[in-house]
C-alpha cells in the first residue's frame, strides 16, 4: 500500500509563490511517475504536471506556461510543485498522484494512488 500526504497549500495574494509537496510513504518511491493535478470548485479535476521515476522526464499542462516547476527527491521520497505568478483562477485543491512506472501520464485513470489533497487560494 502507498501513502501520499500533501503539504504547503495556504493563502497567497495573486503575483505570489507557493510550494507544495507530497510525502510518499509505503512502497518504493522510485518505482513510481508522479504527478500533481488540481479541482476547482464545480470543476473537473485536471492534470497540472507530471514527472518520471528519475525525474528526467516532466510535462506540464498549458495553462502553466512556465510558472510551475515539478521536481522530486527521491532521496526524501518527496515530490514538489513550486508555482509562481499565481492567478486567482489557481486556485483549487491541489492531489498529488502516484503511478506504476510506465511514462509520464496526463490521465487521471493512469494513476494508482492519490493524496487526500491540499487547498491552494490566491486572492485578487
Known amino acids: 500500500q502507498v501513502q501520499l500526504v500533501e503539504s504547503g497549500g495556504g493563502l497567497v495574494q495573486a503575483g505570489g509563490s507557493l510550494r507544495v509537496s507530497c510525502a510518499v510513504s509505503?512502497?518504493?518511491?522510485?518505482?513510481?511517475?508522479m504527478g500533481w493535478f488540481r479541482q476547482a470548485p464545480g470543476k473537473e479535476r485536471e492534470f497540472v504536471a507530471g514527472?518520471?521515476?528519475?525525474?528526467?522526464?516532466?510535462n506540464y499542462a498549458k495553462f502553466v506556461k512556465g510558472r510551475f516547476t515539478i521536481s522530486r527527491d527521491n532521496a526524501k521520497n518527496t515530490v514538489y510543485l513550486q508555482m509562481n505568478s499565481l492567478k486567482p483562477e489557481d486556485t483549487a485543491v491541489y492531489y498529488c498522484?502516484?503511478?506504476?512506472?510506465?511514462?509520464?501520464?496526463?490521465?487521471?485513470?493512469?494513476?494508482?494512488?492519490w493524496g487526500q489533497g491540499t487547498q491552494v487560494t490566491v486572492s485578487s
Open positions: 498522484a502516484a503511478r506504476t512506472s510506465l511514462g509520464v501520464s496526463r490521465i487521471l485513470n493512469g494513476y494508482d494512488y
Open positions: 509505503g512502497r518504493t518511491f522510485t518505482g513510481y511517475d
Open positions: 514527472i518520471n521515476l528519475n525525474g528526467g522526464t516532466v
